[in-house]
């Protein structure tokens, strides 16, 4: 079984930045595609962005497109989401996920593995 934590969320002004973590553990990480999911509320939750196991390949979605960067470190068995230029509309708990295997994937149910989630709020 994977475990993820979330961390990095809080309260950032717009057009700040911010870097989300996920650390995983109890698993072969280096192995699984990964993804960041938004849910603002009263929507559903959202795609962000994925990055395949080697981190050859990664999507955004078209609202983050160009403000975000994922990444990931599988030494040390995280991922990163690099967020730049935030703006009041990205405000939402951040979930990171872990895709039953290495491939990128912008499909929710592709994902067996998610955190707690972690909040992030920016104020315009």
């Known amino acids: 079984q994977v475990q993820l934590v979330e961390s990095g969320g809080g309260l950032v002004q717009a057009g700040g930045s911010l870097r989300l973590s996920c650390a995983a553990s109890g698993h072969t990480f280096s192995s699984n595609g990964m993804g960041w999911f938004r849910q603002a509320p009263g929507k559903q939750r959202e795609f962000v962005a994925t990055i395949s196991w080697s981190g050859s390949s990664t999507y955004y979605a078209d609202s983050v497109k160009g403000r975000f960067t994922i990444s990931r470190d599988n030494a040390k068995n995280t991922v990163y989401l690099q967020m730049n230029s935030l703006k009041p509309e990205d405000t939402a708990v951040y979930y990171c996920?872990?895709?039953?295997?290495?491939?990128?994937?912008?499909?929710?149910?592709?994902?067996?593995?998610w955190g707690q989630g972690t909040q992030v709020t920016v104020s315009s």
């Open positions: 996920a872990a895709a039953s295997y290495g491939l990128a994937s912008t499909r929710q149910y592709e994902y067996h593995y």
